[in-house]
T-cell receptor, first 111, second 113 residues
């Protein structure tokens, strides 16, 4: 089945630790996105990539980093500089720029 | 800066009643507007996409309208069912932002049997 796979489903971060969230797609989409969702708030864009080896900051990029070495993969690292990382993280991709396809999300919590 | 608002934040209706969900945006210069459904702890599923030149889109029991001049969109769900219980989010895309969306906070819907 074609789609977007996010892993893990749940992730816990200790103080001072970097953690990496995985996002893989087999839809052959060029563009991929990372959004953060907090309770009662809309999704906010962290980073996006329209082509391999290129990515751009979104609205809330501070404390996060990404890479795009392969078309299928767009991992997100939450660094220790992100002081409030607890949130639901969603990865998305699109071919046309119109319809976005989302993964099932990763819930990140702080220990 | 584009602001997207969805009111109410939560809504409960008995089964069979029609649902009306509202979305408003501050900047009428949009490329398109999408409605998404989100089940608890899950990702988003695109329901309807309305281009800026369109007035409405329909899919089965769902109908979405768009009035750019007043900065409003409405999602109608006819004859609601318990399976329609979910959070519904709207999102707008700016003309200069390929694939980047501005989301509302969503309306949480509960349809009671």
């Amino acid at each position: 089945d074609g789609g977007i796979t996010q892993s893990p489903k749940y992730l816990f971060r200790k103080e001072g630790q970097n953690v990496t969230l995985s996002c893989e797609q087999n839809l052959n989409h060029d563009a991929m996105y990372w959004y953060r969702q907090d309770p009662g708030q809309g999704l906010r864009l962290i980073y996006y990539s329209q082509i391999v080896n290129d990515f751009q900051k979104g609205d809330i990029a501070e404390g996060y980093s990404v890479s795009r070495e392969k078309k299928e993969s767009f991992p997100l690292t939450v660094t220790s500089a992100q002081k409030n990382p607890t949130a639901f993280y969603l990865c998305a991709s699109t071919r046309t720029g119109d319809k976005l396809f989302f993964g099932s999300g990763t819930q990140l919590s702080v220990l | 800066k584009q602001e997207v608002t969805q009111i109410p934040a939560a809504l409960s209706v008995p089964e069979g009643e029609n649902l009306v969900l509202n979305c408003s945006f501050t900047d009428s210069a949009i490329y398109n507007l999408q409605w998404f459904r989100q089940d608890p702890g899950k990702g988003l599923t695109s329901l309807l996409l309305i281009q800026s030149s369109q007035r409405e889109q329909t899919s089965g029991r769902l109908n979405a309208s768009l009035d750019k001049s007043s900065g409003r969109s409405t999602l109608y769900i006819a004859a609601s069912q318990p399976g329609d219980s979910a959070t519904y989010l709207c999102a707008v895309r700016r003309p200069d932002s390929w694939g980047k969306l501005q989301f509302g906070a969503g309306t949480q819907v509960v349809v009671t049997p």
